[in-house]
């Protein structure tokens, strides 16, 4: 069992900055990979960033160059920096985790940006 706790989201003006923070039970180096999702009323949940165990990552193209996914496995936690945040921006961020071909999820942090 992998349990996933999100915070850092909020309130904040368009062209501004979060910092989301997803910390992960247990050791994340069993973790295959983890990523973010984001989700809207209505929608479906999308992806946002990956990253693998070898640190690779993988980018919305929508978010490509204003954000960045990063993990600290002496913390347990990953990260989603985002800047020159835009109001489509605006959602439920989700951390997930994928172990041994099981996918885990957080209860999600609502992120708002206003024009």
Do not use: H
């Not at 985790?97 to 024009?115: D, E, F």
């Amino acid at each position: 069992q992998v349990q996933l706790v999100e915070s850092g989201g909020g309130l904040v003006q368009a062209g501004g900055s979060l910092r989301l923070s997803c910390a992960a039970s247990g050791s994340i180096f069993t973790i295959n990979a983890m990523g973010w999702y984001r989700q809207t009323p209505g929608k479906q949940r999308d992806l946002v960033a990956t990253i693998t165990k070898a640190g690779s990552t993988n980018y919305a193209d929508s978010v490509k160059g204003r954000f960045t996914i990063s993990r600290d496995y002496a913390k347990n936690t990953l990260y989603l920096q985002m800047n020159s945040l835009k109001p489509e921006d605006t959602a439920v961020y989700y951390c997930n985790a994928v172990k041994r071909g099981s996918p885990y999820w957080g209860q999600g942090t609502q992120v708002t940006v206003s024009s």
